[in-house]
Nanobody, 126 residues
Framework: QVQLVESGGGLVQAGGSLRLSCAASGRTFRSSAMGWFRQAPGKEREVVAAMDWTSYNRDYADSVKGRFTVSRDNAKNTLYLQMNSLKPEDTAVYYC??????WGRGATSSNEYDYWGQGTQVTVSS
């Protein structure tokens, strides 16, 4: 059974930092594209960062460019999202996602991902 489990969310003041982790089990994703999405109350789920299977190509939402960094540790089968200079508008539930296929490009549409974590809450206070 494939599982993605996020951790690292919490309450932080504006300007602070958090590091989210997404631990995968049940199969390896070292050759798959992965990404982070978020959903705020009353809003649609949106992409935050997407990484292709090589990890060299990374896309970020304009709202987080220069503040967030996506990375992965294939040995640990874990995806990370380093979030710096957090703003109240970053408040949302953050989800990691992975594609089932191998050698995929980083995708910004949620429809292109097959596996999802349960989400972790990030709250940024002003």
């Amino acid at each position: 059974q494939v599982q993605l489990v996020e951790s690292g969310g919490g309450l932080v003041q504006a300007g602070g930092s958090l590091r989210l982790s997404c631990a995968a089990s049940g199969r390896t994703f070292r050759s798959s594209a992965m990404g982070w999405f978020r959903q705020a109350p009353g809003k649609e789920r949106e992409v935050v960062a997407a990484m292709d299977w090589t990890s060299y190509n990374r896309d970020y939402a304009d709202s987080v460019k220069g503040r967030f960094t996506v990375s992965r540790d294939n040995a640990k089968n874990t995806l990370y999202l380093q979030m710096n200079s957090l703003k109240p508008e970053d408040t949302a539930v953050y989800y990691c996602a992975a594609q089932a296929s191998q050698w995929g490009r980083g995708a910004t549409s949620s429809n292109e991902y097959d596996y999802w974590g349960q989400g972790t809450q990030v709250t940024v206070s002003s």
